[in-house]
Structures are given as C-alpha cells and as structure tokens.
C-alpha cells in the first residue's frame, strides 16, 4: 500500500494529457528547475574559486598565528625566547607596524609601514609577489622598501628612479611647539627597492621596511607589534590551543581569520546573499509546477472519483498528486546537478570561460564543494515540496 501513491504519481507524470498546456507548463517547470538548479552549482562555485584566491594570497600576505597583547599596541618579545625551541613552529618572525607620513618629490600618502627583522627579510613570503625591482630591505649600509602596487602607481615610485622616500611620524618623547610643529616630526629615509602586489587593500598602503629602521622613526629599543608565526601543516589548530594556555592573558594569539575576520565574515554573507536571491529565482519558477498541478487535478476528477469508490481516503489522494508535483521538481533538480556538475568540472579541467582583462588567473576559478550541493538540493527540493503541497490541501 506504501508503494501505491508512487506509483499512480509516476504514471501521471509521464501519461499523456487530455490538455496539452498541462504537458507543456510542466515542460517548463521541470526545465525552470534544471536552470535553477544548475545555476546554484555554477555560480557557487565560482563564489569558492574566487574565495580560494583571495585565501591563497592572504596565506603569503598573513601567517598562520599571530600573537599581540592583550593591551596597546607593542610588546617586548625578550620573554617569548622560548618560542623558537617549539618543535611544531617552522618559522618565527618579530613585526613592528605603524601608519606613518611618506612624502616622495612632492607627493605625499599616509601608508601602513611593516617593519620586518632578518628572518622575515630572508623568507617573507610577501617576496613572492614581486611585480618590479628586487626584494632587498638593504643595499650595503642603506635602508631600502618595498612598496605596495596601489601606493607605487599613486605616488609614481619606480624602482629604477633614485629619488629616496622620507617617512615622517611625530615624535613620542618631544613637546610639540605651536611655533613650529614640523620641528617634533622624526624623519627617515629609504630608497626604493622593489615593488608589489598582493591584494587591493594592502597594495594601496603597504610599504615594507626594516624592523630597525622602523624602530628608529618611532623611538622603540627592541619593542614589536606582532610575533607572526608559521607552523608545521595541519597543526595551526593544536599550537594556537598551547599558547592561548601558555600565554594566558596577557597576549592575544589570532589565526589567520581573526586576522581578516571583516574579510571573511564579507565573503560568507556575500555567498549566503548569492544563494538567497538564486533560492528565490528557482521559487518564482516552482510555480509553473503549481499551475501544473491545478490543472491536473481538474482533469483528474474522473480518476479521483474512481480511487474514491475503490476506498481511497482523501489523505491518500492529496499524497498522490502532491508526489507527482514534487517528481517534476525532483526530475528537473536531478538534471540541473548532473549538468551543473559536469560544466563545473569541465570549466576546472578545459577553462571553457576566459577570464576577461588583465587577471591573476586567465579563466574563471571555480571550485566544487559538496556543502553547496547538499545545500543546493535540500533548498530545492523543500521549494518542489511546498508548490506540490498547496494545490492539494484542498482535494
């Protein structure tokens, strides 16, 4: 008897109709959800592919683990020594980062400098992104900078020009005179070594120096911003639980998305949106499938009367019209997977869709995730249910 309403709703959906319109609006309702459906997988993964290069460039412009205090904004890392001995931390560098004034023949920007010691100048991955010039924090005795893309192109710095960068910050241990403010700013000096891109928001402001030169323009001894850390794969997890322990309260030890939380926190309600609108485009189409579904059940008068003379009860009739409903969601979601699927594979495979412009990449990135799919079908699949529901809760 379970099997009884499925098999009447399968007979419906694939018998000829007495009115052709019927066969014909659940044509396109069916096909309505295929589109849907595919455009959900296609477009989401697109979202997953962009995601992934913003990631990807965030992994070299961020470590795995940061650690700040808890309060201001600089530290002495002289009691953290310790850290170095730490078996799962490949590679530890201190960071001094400040905004600062940097004026260059006549020009002049705020910029966020980021003071790097030895060890970040030998292994920063940042030197990967190198676009012009050569990453070099030191030419002999002479401090040098690498400049963001967006603060090189705004200020017209080149790195085979000669003209030097002058940062200015005020002083913290002199007075500042009313008569002549400009004689409490400190001031140093750089040449221009290289320049480069990492993302839009760091190339428009970045400028990298040495840690020293740094400490020389905001009067610091040996005081530091930041720790950064990188870890050995797949422990990140497992040290940052340790040093939140080791170092209590005093320090703040952040993963790379606390470090861009507003980022990521964007990213995900900008995906949740894209599934929100597409969600309700795939519901404006479901209705084809309610229409459908009203003009089948006043041609099947006939029929509902004989299932009534043969003791069918009026919940076993609803039960069967509303599956045949929901096989035609169900049959135009089943091929909106198949093919979303397959073009999401063959753009990763083929790069079937240039990317237009100048890009990091030359097609569009996509990446398939099976939480989309799962989401993908549940959300459809409830939108199939409810348009079969309504025009049957009163047979």
Known sequence: MTKLPFKIAFRYLFARKSYHVINMISGIGAAGMAIGTAALIIILSVFNGFESLVNSSLTDAH?????????????????????????????????????????????????????????????SPLQKHLIDGTWQLH?????????GAG???RMDLNPRFLSPLELHYPSRTEAVSLANPAAALR???????????????????????????????????????????????GSEKAVKKDLEQRLGVLYRVLDRYQQNASLY???????????????????IIAFNIYSSLRMLVIEKEDDIATLRSLGATDGLVRHIFRLEGWLVSLLGMAVGLVLGI???????????????GNFVVDTYPVVLRTADILWTVAGVALIGYLMALLPTRKI
């Open 63 to 123: 470590p795995d683990l940061v650690i700040k205090p808890a309060t201001g904004k600089v530290f002495r890392p002289d009691s953290l020594a310790w850290l170095v001995e730490e078996p799962a931390i490949v590679r530890l560098s201190s960071v001094l980062e400040d905004q600062a004034f940097l004026s260059c023949d006549g020009k002049q920007s705020l910029v966020l400098v980021k003071g790097l010691d030895e060890c970040g100048e030998e292994e």
């Open 265 to 283: 926190k964007m990213m995900r309600y900008e995906k949740l949106a894209i599934f929100a609108i597409l969600i309700f485009v795939v519901l």
């Open 342 to 356: 397959a073009l999401v594979l063959a753009q990763q495979k083929f790069g079937l869709v240039p990317m237009p």
């Open 139 to 147: 030419r002999g005795s002479r401090a040098m900078a690498v400049a």
């Open 187 to 233: 001031s140093v000096k750089l040449g221009l070594s290289g320049v480069l891109s990492v993302s839009a928001e760091l190339d428009a402001k970045l400028l990298v120096v040495p840690i020293g030169t740094l400490r020389e323009l905001l009067e610091y001894e040996s005081e530091v911003s930041a720790l950064e850390i990188w870890t050995e794969a």
């Open 151 to 153: 603060l090189a192109a």
